[in-house]
Structures are given as structure tokens and as C-alpha cells.
């Protein structure tokens, strides 16, 4: 039986790190990030670019409205 996992990737350090560790132990990786209308897109960029490196089986990435919540300082102006 194959096992999967399902890494939440921001296209940060910590995350790719996890995904390379899940993918050498041999895991089935789906991908997961989310556009929150963050100030810069490059966060996602990294994301794709890290996941198409290391070959998950697939990688979404989720729309949300963090307003919803009351917003963030990751999106509001300064």
C-alpha cells in the first residue's frame, strides 16, 4: 500500500523542507497553498516552482479571504 501525504506549501523554507522530506521517504505529496492576497506573489511562485521540482502527484492552490477573519498584517497596507 502507498502512502500519501498532502504538505501545505507556501513556497517558504520550512515547507519545501518538509515536502523534500516527505518525498524522500517515499510519500505519495499533494501539494496545498493559499492565494490570500498577499502583498507580493512570489510566495506562490516559489510554491510552483518547488513543487513541480519535486514531483508531487499534485499541487492547489485555494483561494481565501482572510477579511473574513478580520484581515492580516500579511495583507493589509502599512
Known amino acids: 500500500m502507498s502512502k500519501s501525504a498532502v504538505i501545505l506549501l507556501s513556497g517558504g523554507l520550512d515547507s519545501a523542507t518538509v515536502l523534500a522530506m516527505a518525498n524522500a521517504q517515499g510519500y505519495n505529496c499533494h501539494a496545498l497553498s ?3 492576497g498577499q502583498r507580493h506573489n512570489s510566495e506562490l511562485k516559489c510554491a510552483e516552482k518547488v513543487a513541480k521540482t519535486l ?3 499534485s499541487h ?3 483561494d481565501i479571504d482572510l477579511s ?10 502599512i
Open 55 to 57: 514531483g508531487v502527484v
Open 60 to 62: 492547489v492552490v485555494t
Open 68 to 77: 473574513t477573519w478580520g484581515g492580516s498584517a500579511l495583507t493589509d497596507a
Open 34 to 36: 493559499f492565494a490570500y
